[in-house]
């Protein structure tokens, strides 16, 4: 919520449901002077509020103005002319307040876009310092060789391009985090003379854990080769 100052019609909405809500308050201890019993409270029931609980000791004592509304054992539920008229202002001065709060957002959206660009910058630089965090706390954190990538440039145009890793490992799996089992490096060529431009994957359990336990470091060995990050591999 905005604070004080901010925007004075807002602050003037607020002020103005304080001043309703303080009337109420003041017509419940007339209301308790009145029939002589501090217990007097108010309730709401459903979508009526600030209805006037009264014990039904009383019923007798109640004005002829008081409207009933409802009831439960033992009680009667009033409002009074005052009350429903403090009502009507009440729901005015709430209305006043949510129109002035959307006022101020559609502002702050306003004054936000003008500076679009700054913000653009800003979520850009964080997002690479969150990657290279990230990739900082990884290498940390290989079980293994790790070695980083060599970029090799083609020296004809006729030559196929070529992906190698040996011992490529995984950046979040260790041994200790395996029970019993353990983790089998991938040795990985794809295109290049004399192999084929891309893997088929196959074995049992395929479709649930085996290909993507099989294939998640080699695809995590293409995301972290570019960068030149250290990669957990033998050679890359």
Not at 25 to 30: D, F, Q, S
Not at 78 to 96: H, R, V
Request: overall charge neutral; charged content about 25%.
């Amino acid at each position: 919520m905005p604070h004080e100052k901010v925007d004075l019609e807002y602050d003037y909405a607020c002020k103005k449901v304080k001043e309703v809500e303080s009337s109420l308050t003041k017509h419940l201890k007339g209301q308790q002077k009145l029939l002589g019993d501090a217990s007097i409270t108010y309730v709401t029931i459903g979508k009526e509020a600030y209805l006037l609980e009264v014990p039904e000791s009383l019923r007798e004592s109640i004005p002829r103005d008081y409207e009933l509304r409802s009831s439960k054992k033992g009680f009667f539920r009033y409002w009074t002319p005052s009350i429903k008229k403090l009502l009507g202002e009440l729901s005015q001065a709430e209305s006043e307040k949510e129109s002035k709060l959307k006022s101020i957002l559609q502002r702050l959206i306003g004054r936000f876009c003008e500076h679009h660009n700054k913000w653009r910058q800003l979520v850009s630089a964080t997002a690479e310092l969150d990657v290279l965090i990230s990739l900082a706390i990884a290498s940390e954190y290989y079980e293994g060789p790790t070695r980083r990538p060599i970029i090799l440039d083609s020296s004809s145009l006729d030559e196929v391009p070529c992906y190698s890793a040996k011992s490529l490992g995984h950046p979040v799996l260790r041994s200790d985090s395996l029970g019993k089992g353990t983790f089998v490096p991938n040795e990985i060529i794809i295109g290049g003379s004399g192999h084929a431009n891309f893997i088929l994957l196959t074995g049992p359990n395929m479709g649930v854990g085996g290909e993507i336990n099989s294939s998640l470091p080699s695809l995590l060995g293409f995301d972290f080769g570019p960068g030149r990050s250290r990669c957990p591999c033998r050679q890359f």
